[in-house]
T-cell receptor, first 115, second 112 residues
Framework: EAQVTQNPRYLITVTGKKLTVTCSQN?????MSWYRQDPGLGLRQIYY???????DKGDVPEGYKVSRKEKRNFPLILESPSPNQTSLYFC??????????????FGPGTRLTVT | DQQVKQNSPSLSVQEGRISILNCDYT??????FLWYKKYPAEGPTFLIS?????DKNEDGRFTVFLNKSAKHLSLHIVPSQPGDSAVYFC???????????FGQGTRLTINP
């Protein structure tokens, strides 16, 4: 089954404690992105990656890091989480080349609470 | 600056009637528009899209209309069914960009 998986699905942590949210896709997609969803703001892009070792900032990159060492994986790293990073996070992937470059497949989401 | 706006946070429609969800955008560089549907505890799923070279795209009960001069698009669902109750996000992209800009979402409730 084609899918994007994220782990963990729920996470409660404290300010300053480094954490990583993993994302993996099994569709051999070139493009992957991270979004956060906040009430009244919709989904905002944090970082995206066009291929292995190629990443770029989205609209709200501050406080986040990403890496793309393998095509299937795109982890989101919060080196020193703060309460304003409490949010619902989605990973997404998109086929490049002959696929529809705009249709993104989303993971189920990770609800993060930083106290 | 919100480049894609969905001004109605919620919409309630009777089952069997038409649901119309609206979306406005400000960036004239956007040339591809999408609608996503989101159920609670799930990620958004792609619903329908339209290129700026068209003004209408239809897929079963779902039709998207694009009015470029007004920078406005709408999603029509006919007839509306209870399973259509979800949050709908409008999104836009500029040519060649992998970046999607999303609206705030509209919660659609279909009443029996």
């Amino acid at each position: 089954e084609a899918q994007v998986t994220q782990n963990p699905r729920y996470l409660i942590t404290v300010t300053g404690k480094k954490l990583t949210v993993t994302c993996s896709q099994n569709m051999n997609h070139e493009y992957m992105s991270w979004y956060r969803q906040d009430p009244g703001l919709g989904l905002r892009q944090i970082y995206y990656s066009m291929n292995v070792e190629v990443t770029d900032k989205g609209d709200v990159p501050e406080g986040y890091k990403v890496s793309r060492k393998e095509k299937r994986n795109f982890p989101l790293i919060l080196e020193s989480p703060s309460p304003n990073q409490t949010s619902l996070y989605f990973c997404a992937s998109t086929a490049g080349g002959s696929g529809n470059p705009y249709e993104q497949y989303f993971g189920p989401g990770t609800r993060l609470t930083v106290t | 600056d919100q480049q894609v706006k969905q001004n109605s946070p919620s919409l309630s429609v009777q089952e069997g009637r038409i649901s119309i969800l609206n979306c406005d955008y400000t960036n004239s560089m956007f040339d591809y528009f999408l609608w996503y549907k989101k159920y609670p505890a799930e990620g958004p799923t792609f619903l329908i899209s339209i290129s700026s070279i068209k003004d209408k795209n239809e897929d079963g009960r779902f039709t998207v209309f694009l009015n470029k001069s007004a920078k406005h698009l709408s999603l029509h669902i006919v007839p509306s069914q209870p399973g259509d109750s979800a949050v709908y996000f409008c999104a836009a992209s500029a040519y060649g960009a992998q970046k999607l800009v999303f609206g705030q979402g509209t919660r659609l409730t279909i009443n029996p």
